[in-house]
Antibody
């Protein structure tokens, strides 16, 4: 059974940094592209970033303006999101999602990031 | 303002049929596959429809997807109380070079 478990969220001050992790199990992690998607409180879904199985292809949403970096460690079956220069508007529930060719086939339960002083 | 436009809310009675629209452009919906997601309160999204009109095996055939030009539609028949949720469309945008979501539609089963 496919499992995606996010961690690393928490309360951080504006301008601070945070590194999110997503632990994957139940499938051959290295053969799947992965994504990060977030949802601000009471708002809709926002795609953030994509990384291919071998990390050779990476995409980011324009709105991130270079503040976030996606990466993965296939030996540890883990996906990461390094978030820098955090702002209040980055407050959201952050999901990792497996890319099943043309859609997000599996999602984690999310980790909450709160940016506040 | 989302790249893909969905109605904020729709409602219908149990047993009825409802459709949710998703409007985009030639850089997204018209030339890329559309997927639809259901998000029940307090849970992660779940895929209902992928590649415009395909259903994962565990999704009942009450859910259907279609696409015509720059618009896509999710259809739900035989509405049940458990279908009350938020629904999102998504696709790749060839100009933005990223995935775009609709703003979401809340379905109320009256």
């Amino acid at each position: 059974e496919v499992h995606l478990v996010e961690s690393g969220g928490g309360l951080v001050q504006p301008g601070g940094s945070l590194r999110l992790s997503c632990a994957a199990s139940g499938f051959t992690f290295r053969t799947y592209s992965m994504n990060w998607v977030r949802q601000a409180p009471g708002k809709g879904l926002e795609w953030l970033s994509y990384i291919s199985g071998g990390s050779s292809t990476i995409y980011y949403a324009d709105s991130l303006k270079g503040r976030f970096t996606i990466s993965r460690d296939n030996d540890k079956n883990s996906l990461y999101l390094q978030m820098n220069s955090l702002r209040a508007e980055d407050t959201a529930l952050y999901f990792c999602a497996r890319n099943d060719v043309n859609y997000f086939g599996y999602w984690g339960q999310g980790t909450l990031v709160t940016v506040s002083s | 303002q989302s790249v893909l436009t969905q109605p904020p809310s729709v409602s219908a009675a149990p047993g009825q049929r409802v459709t949710i629209s998703c409007s985009g452009s030639s850089s997204n919906i018209e030339n890329n596959y559309v997927s639809w997601y259901q998000q029940l309160p307090g849970t992660a999204p779940k895929v209902l429809i992928y590649e415009d009109n395909k259903r994962p095996s565990e999704i009942p055939d009450r859910f259907s997807g279609s696409k015509l030009g720059t618009s896509a539609t999710l259809g739900i028949t035989g509405l049940q109380a458990g279908d009350e949720a938020d629904y999102y469309c998504a696709t790749w945008d060839s100009t933005l070079y990223g995935v775009v979501f609709g703003g979401g539609t809340h379905l109320a089963v009256l």
